[in-house]
């Protein structure tokens, strides 16, 4: 790809430092080609040719820098990672073909056989799995601890303790962690945290900043925001992304460009619809909370939520996920989800469109029942990820579910 040295004030990277994240949103990433393009282009090319078989030679060996093949380095795959690399300000990313594709990876690049990973217990599902199914095939050991008590995670530590891993704030209760100190503990003991920052995004919540080592997302969620694709990511120092790097080139889990551009193009809006996304979830959580038959509501922004104070210094908004309980258990909560009209029924989230599902008999199906209640998914849970519709909308198709219980 040539880039155009001559039209030099066209958005590098050198005159974003110091530029607020809605700016970073738009600007970051972007090499223009010498076809003077606006908008970045898809390189839909699985490899790249050289002007001689030197050049091919100097490029395969590193010697000079250029792209030899999609699996390795594509053009809109790097505008993406640069981008997302901006946000979260870390030194480098590397993007995934899924959000458990960059789990996995990090994971592939970062343990050993014979370390010891601790995990939060409220992480998502298919996360557990891959912790407590994969990792131990790998000769990795596995604990799980409680997200919000920073005793477990300390008394879980042992001599090969190399990964932390977790979400904050987690799915469907919106509990939190405290990163600074998760980071210490971490790092007291020559081990990395790694955060999966999807449903805060940068936009809310920077853990890189916090101390954290690797940020990891599922891009599929807010990052697209418009349901239209799946894709992953993980930022970090360069130290960090060089082995992930070497892992993806090896082993092959890469975005594909198309997908990239489509998250490029999402995170041009994520800083504004994240703003829209709190809003409406931050109403939605007050109006519930005074609605008959509905017996807690779940939301860090509420301020009665035991780390409402965490998620005030923690996080620049409290985002888009709530989830509330209805008095009358499963049938119940049933009755509510199928009586609303406009919400979507699926386990989805970080979309345009609100969703709305029952925890205990969808995304949390696999817990026993005592698992199940010992990690709060009781059976009158129901969770909506708030989307863009106008609030007095999504009321009334709340209060159809409420006229349903
Ligand atoms: C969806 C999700 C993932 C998995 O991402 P995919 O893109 O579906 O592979 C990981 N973590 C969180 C918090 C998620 O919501």
Redesign the pocket.
């Known amino acids: 790809m040539t880039v155009n040295k001559a039209e030099q004030r066209q958005g590098y990277d050198a005159e974003l430092e110091g530029c607020a994240p809605q700016t970073l949103a738009v600007r970051s990433g972007q090499q223009r080609t010498d076809v003077h393009e606006h908008c970045e282009p898809i390189f839909t090319t699985s490899s790249y040719v050289f002007r001689t078989a030197a050049e091919a030679a100097a490029v395969f060996s590193g010697e000079q820098p250029g792209n030899v093949y999609s699996r390795y380095t594509n053009p809109t795959v790097a505008a993406f990672e640069q981008r997302m690399a901006a946000l979260e300000g870390g030194e480098a990313a590397v993007a995934t073909a ?3 594709a960059a ?1 996995l990876s990090v994971c592939m690049a970062h343990l050993n056989q014979g370390d010891h990973v601790i995990c939060s217990r409220s992480v ?1 599902g ?2 557990t799995t891959v912790f407590s199914k994969y990792m131990p095939k790998m000769g990795v050991e596995v604990s799980f601890v409680d997200l919000v008590d920073p005793q477990s995670w300390e008394a879980a530590i042992r001599p090969n303790t190399r990964m932390l891993f977790l ?1 904050t704030p987690s ?1 469907p209760l919106s509990e939190l962690a405290d990163l600074k100190q998760l980071s210490q503990l971490a790092h007291t003991n020559n081990a990395l945290l790694v955060v ?1 920052n ?2 805060c995004t940068p936009v809310l919540q920077q853990p890189l900043k916090l101390g954290a080592d690797i940020v990891v997302h ?1 891009a ?2 807010y990052i697209d925001g418009q349901g239209r694709c ?3 990511v993980a930022i970090g120092s360069a130290e960090h992304m060089k082995e992930l790097t070497l892992f993806m080139r090896a082993c092959g889990p890469s975005l594909s460009p198309f997908n990239a551009w489509i998250l490029l193009k999402g995170i041009e809006t994520l800083p504004l619809r994240i703003k829209a996304h709190c809003e409406n979830a931050g109403e939605l959580a007050q109006w519930l909370q005074q609605q008959p038959g509905i017996s807690k509501v779940h939301y860090c922004g509420l301020e009665d939520h035991p780390q409402h104070q965490l998620a005030k210094q923690q996080q620049n908004g409290f985002g888009g996920v709530l989830a509330f309980e209805v008095e009358g258990g499963q049938e119940a909560a049933w009755r509510f989800i199928d009586s609303t009209r406009l919400v979507s029924i699926t386990a989805n ?1 970080g979309d345009a469109r609100t969703t709305i599902t029952h925890p205990a008999s969808t995304t949390h199906c696999r817990l026993s029942d005592e698992d199940k209640q010992k990690a709060g998914i009781v059976p009158g849970l129901i969770r909506v990820a708030v989307g863009l519709e106008d609030i007095s909308d999504l009321k009334k198709d709340l209060v159809r579910g409420l006229a349903g219980l």
Do not use: Q, R
């Open positions: 899924s959000g458990m789990i998502f298919t996360t979400e799915n999966d999807c449903f599922s599929t969620k799946v894709g992953g989230l």
